[in-house]
């Protein structure tokens, strides 16, 4: 299902409030993985906990005021923790809808980054071009909607500064990402103008491993981890909502942390 969340329009105060009392109450990745209890539901929202459409959608309207919630409060400025170099994971943990064992290798020299949308400059990019724009290091924790987390060193070209190289319309509310194993992905923009969101190349002073997102995946410090594709293959700015693999599934779209 679509989610119907926009993150354009600022909630009305009294809902903004109400929704600050329902977050104390209820844990964000206990609503996500389906713990929240049928009783508690029907308290908060008044909803027929005996029809399965009339939770979809109670669930569904808490999940799209969570989100817009989240991007009211987002703060572009605000960087999330760092870590020292001696608490890397290393390797990263591997993350996605399927087994490790399932990841096909991409071929490098053949890849290329493709841009569509709202950007001037549409030439696509390879990975040796890339690799000669300016880069920076981050060491963040990637917390997953499972719960759980490590944390890792990232390097990489920093989102922001190559949106703005390519001429893409920094005033468009979407930036979408299609990758190598079809799990598409979409953020804010405000998020990817985030200093701490990069399209990372490297991990702890090498180069992405293939089951790790070679050649170029997002790293994002603002997002729990199901928010940052691998194998990134194509990039659109846009004001079009553009969802994403899980959240077409019912996850949160914003998904801060």
């Not at 001037?120 to 990975?127: N, S």
């Not at 499972?146 to 944390?151: F, L, M, N, P, T």
């Not at 893409?168 to 103008?193: G, N």
């Amino acid at each position: 299902m679509t989610p119907r969340f926009r993150p354009v329009e600022r909630p009305d105060p009294a809902i903004l409030d109400d929704h600050r009392a329902l977050l104390r109450a209820i844990d964000r990745r206990r609503l996500l993985r389906g713990g929240l209890s049928l009783g508690a539901l029907t308290m908060l929202t008044g909803c027929d906990v005996r029809r399965p459409d009339a939770v979809q959608s109670a669930l569904l309207t808490l999940r799209d005021m969570n989100d817009a919630v989240q991007a009211w409060l987002f703060d572009p400025r605000k960087l999330a923790p760092t870590y020292p170099a001696s608490q890397v994971l290393k390797p990263p943990k591997f993350n996605a809808y399927y087994d490790v064992t399932k990841v096909k290798p991409v071929d490098a020299a053949g890849w290329r980054l493709e841009l569509s949308g709202l950007v001037a400059d549409r030439r696509p990019w390879t990975l040796s071009q890339l690799t000669t724009l300016p880069q920076r290091d981050m060491i963040i924790k990637h917390i997953c909607v499972e719960g759980w987390s490590y944390i890792g060193e990232w390097s990489g070209i920093p989102l922001g500064s190559f949106l703005r190289r390519v001429g893409a319309d920094l005033k468009a509310k979407y930036v979408a990402f299609r990758t190598a194993d079809d799990y598409p992905s979409s953020i804010d923009m405000a998020t990817a103008l985030h200093p701490q969101t990069l399209l990372a190349l490297d991990y702890a002073g090498k180069t992405l491993a293939d089951p790790f997102g070679f050649p170029l995946r997002l790293r994002m410090a603002t997002k729990l981890g199901y928010k940052n594709p691998k194998w990134i293959t194509a990039i659109e700015v846009t004001n079009r909502y553009p969802s994403g693999y899980w959240e077409d599934r019912g996850y949160s779209w914003f998904a801060g942390i």
